[in-house]
């Protein structure tokens, strides 16, 4: 399983904090990115870039290309706005 | 060198973080330390309050990892990091970084730097309630600009 | 501009003046302080204690000229300037300097700022005590080439 | 009268903290310079431009060309070291 999580407006937008994936349906960030789909019926493919949103695997901010294994915990968020 | 990092809903106090640092060792000559508040004004509209997330234990991560960038640059003596989550007010603390080291120069500058990647890569989101409701605040591009300054 | 700038023997509460400058007005959102304090050891020489003197009233026009330099340049909300007079042990607090400004990146500058000057300019004068007997210290290259870098 | 003052470690060599001149011996503040003398026999001049002292009028920091008029205050120290 990997577990996928959302923060902030992506949490929002997607009416969930994250869930549970199979394993053998994702290889990489890039493939979870296009096998999401916001409650709308919106591609999360076709807003990623345009957004700018981020990506952490096992909490290292990492990009598309980052392969995923058994047990990862991927998280998407928009740029952070703290401080 | 001494680090202390929390993220926390309780208010704190400026004053105890100050003692802590200066009681951290007698060669400490120079104390730099910043203070984020939640303004009443932003982009001039009104705001009544902010809603700060976090996630958790990568934000601890980011943070460590930004305070040993900073202790590469120059010698810290101390750093004391604290960031609010959950419901502020205007007027209310958001973010204190406090840094000791031996001479001004080398705490302004980290106190500084930690704060311009702590804005930019240390993972909190705020939520800005106003009179025109709630809002995601989205990444500055000054904020951008101040964290690329430091890069070589 | 709320300015409140202080010469005094007594030691001084940093949290006192950080909550003066909070409540100064709602705009606030940064507050950038800095704090000098008398070391143990001064190039590699044990200190025991510091003796400090200024020339009265010199001091204080100085010390506003600073500040109203410092305005000039960058949007400032609040200046509080306390130093320090008399007999210093290691510990003690020297300085301190605390400017508060609607942005980060301003009051961080304005603080700097102020105290580069401060070191320069501001009519204030150190004995060190130690191991050796007493000495009047000088002023270091780098404290000059400190406030030289402000100029346009 | 000119009220001459002295500060920190020039405070000292001088062993007084300051005294007051006749207006009409001194024009101007390198006037007064080479009037000066320290308890030793040293001439201020002699110590003025190689210690880089400083010399203030009427609590201005000025040079040596500055006049010098009755009721003047003239303060003469080293280099700052506060902070």
Redesign the interface.
């Known amino acids: 399983m990997i577990k996928v ?1 959302f ?3 992506l949490r ?1 937008r997607f009416g969930s904090s994250g869930f549970a994936v199979e394993n053998n349906q994702v290889e990489s960030v890039a493939g979870l990115v296009k096998l999401l789909e916001l409650p709308d019926g919106t591609s999360f493919n076709s807003i990623f870039a345009q957004e700018k949103l981020m990506v ?1 695997v096992n ?1 290292e ?1 990492v990009d598309g290309d980052c392969l995923i294994t058994e047990g990862d915990e991927v ?1 998407f ?7 | 060198m001494y680090l202390r990092i929390r993220v926390q809903e309780a208010n704190f106090s400026p004053a105890e973080v100050f003692k802590t640092l200066r009681e951290a060792s007698n060669g400490v000559g120079a104390i730099c330390t910043f203070t984020g508040l939640v303004r009443d004004l932003n982009d001039d509209a009104e705001v009544t309050g902010l809603f700060l997330e976090h996630y958790p234990d990568m934000t601890e991560k980011q943070l460590v990892r930004i305070v040993e960038n900073a202790s590469q640059r120059w010698p810290l003596i101390g750093v004391s990091i604290i960031h609010r989550i959950g419901k502020l007010v205007p007027g209310d603390e958001i973010v204190l970084v406090a840094v000791a080291a031996s001479h001004r120069g080398e705490a302004f500058s980290a106190c500084e730097f930690i704060m311009d990647y702590l804005k930019t890569q240390a993972t909190f989101w705020k939520k800005e309630v106003g009179a025109d409701g709630e809002k995601w605040l989205t990444m500055r591009d000054s904020d951008q600009t101040a964290a690329d300054r430091w890069q070589p």
């Open positions: 999580v923060f902030a407006s929002e952490a909490q901010v998280a968020f928009p740029p952070v706005t703290g401080g």
